[in-house]
C-alpha cells in the first residue's frame, strides 16, 4: 500500500502544476541527474496506449449510459465516498492525502459516480436480472460456504531453532504455562505481547497441515512442534467454537444478488465495450 501511495505521489510530482519544466530536476544518481522530460518520456511510451485505450472505452460507455438514461442513485455515491473516507483518521487527513496525489474531494465523487453509470450501463444494455429463484439456487449451491464455519481459539508459541521448539516442548510437558512461555520464548514481538494469543480461527484459514493438527487435539492440548515459515510453532487449542448454518434472510438474499450482479458486469463489460467499439468512429489526431 504504501509502495502504491508513494508511486501515485510520484506520479503527481511530475504531472502536477509545474510538469511543463521539462529540465527540472527529479533526482541524482551518482552524480547524474534524472530530469522530469525523461520520466514523463518514459511513463508515456510504456503506459499511454493502455491509458488512452481505457480512456476511450470510458468514453464510449458513458455515451451508452447518457443515451439509456440510466440512473445515478447520488444517496449510494455518497456512502461510497464516506466509506473511503472512513479508513483515515479524519476529513482532514483524507482531504491531505487526496491533496498529496493532486486530487480533490470531487475528483473522487465523480470518479465513483463514472464507475456507478458504467456499471448501470451495463445493466441496462445486458439486460441483466436476477430472480428470486436465482438466488435461492446459488444458495442451495453454495451454503455450506455461505455460513460460518468451525472456529478454534488458539495460542501460539513461536521460535526460530527446531531444538527451542523442543526445549519448549518439554517445558510445556513438565507443566509450563503456554502463555507465559510463549511471552518468554516466541521471537516473534506480537506473540510476546499477546503471551501468544491469536483469538478464534475459522477453520480453513489454516495450512491443512496445521489444521489436521490442531483439530485432533482437545481444548487444553498442544501440538508437538511444527514447521511453520522459516521456524517452528506449537499451538495451543483453548476452545472449540461450532459453526453456524447459513440462513437465506433477507440480507444474504440482497447480499447474493448482489454478487450475481457483480459477477454477471465483470463477464459482460468487455462484450459491451466490443459491441460499442464497433460502432464508434474512433480517429487518431495526425
Not at 504531472?15 to 508515456?44: D, F, H, S
Not at 436476477?130 to 435461492?136: H, L, Q
Not at 468451525?150 to 517445558?171: I, M, P, Y
Not at 483453548?238 to 450475481?260: Q, R, W
Request: proline fraction near 3%; aromatic fraction near 6%.
Amino acid at each position: 500500500m504504501k509502495k502504491t501511495t508513494l508511486l501515485i505521489a510520484f506520479l503527481a510530482l511530475l504531472c502536477g502544476p509545474g510538469y511543463a519544466q521539462e529540465t527540472r530536476i527529479i533526482v541524482t544518481v551518482n552524480g547524474e541527474k534524472i530530469k522530469a522530460a525523461e520520466i514523463t518520456k518514459k511513463l508515456w511510451w510504456q503506459h499511454s496506449a493502455q491509458g488512452l485505450s481505457e480512456l476511450i472505452d470510458e468514453k464510449l460507455l458513458l455515451a451508452e449510459a447518457a443515451r439509456l438514461k440510466v440512473p445515478h442513485n447520488a444517496k449510494e455515491a455518497g456512502q461510497r465516498f464516506d466509506n473511503l473516507a472512513a479508513g483515515y483518521k479524519d476529513r482532514k487527513e483524507f482531504e491531505k492525502n487526496l491533496k498529496s496525489v493532486g486530487w480533490t474531494k470531487k475528483d473522487v465523487k465523480n470518479l465513483i459516480k463514472r464507475q456507478m453509470r458504467i456499471k448501470a450501463a451495463v445493466i441496462a444494455a445486458k439486460k441483466i436480472a436476477f430472480t428470486d429463484a436465482d438466488v435461492t439456487g446459488f444458495f442451495e449451491q453454495n451454503k455450506a460456504r455461505l455460513g460460518k464455519p468451525e472456529s478454534a481459539k488458539l495460542r501460539q508459541l513461536f521460535v526460530a531453532g527446531k531444538t527451542d521448539a523442543d526445549n519448549a516442548w518439554q517445558a510445556l510437558a513438565a507443566g509450563a504455562d503456554f502463555g507465559k512461555l510463549s511471552a518468554l520464548q516466541s521471537t516473534d514481538e506480537n506473540l510476546k505481547k499477546s503471551e501468544g494469543d491469536l483469538g478464534y480461527i475459522a477453520k480453513g484459514l489454516l495450512l491443512p497441515e496445521i489444521e489436521k493438527e490442531i483439530y485432533a487435539l482437545k481444548p487444553g492440548e498442544y501440538t508437538k512442534p511444527l514447521a511453520t515459515g522459516n521456524g517452528y510453532s506449537l499451538f495451543k487449542l483453548e476452545d472449540l467454537k461450532p459453526g453456524e448454518p447459513a440462513v437465506l434472510n433477507d440480507k444474504l438474499k440482497t447480499e447474493i444478488k448482489t454478487v450475481l450482479i457483480n459477477q454477471a458486469v465483470t463477464q459482460k463489460l468487455p462484450e459491451l465495450v466490443a459491441e460499442l467499439r464497433a460502432k464508434a468512429k474512433i480517429e487518431l489526431a495526425r
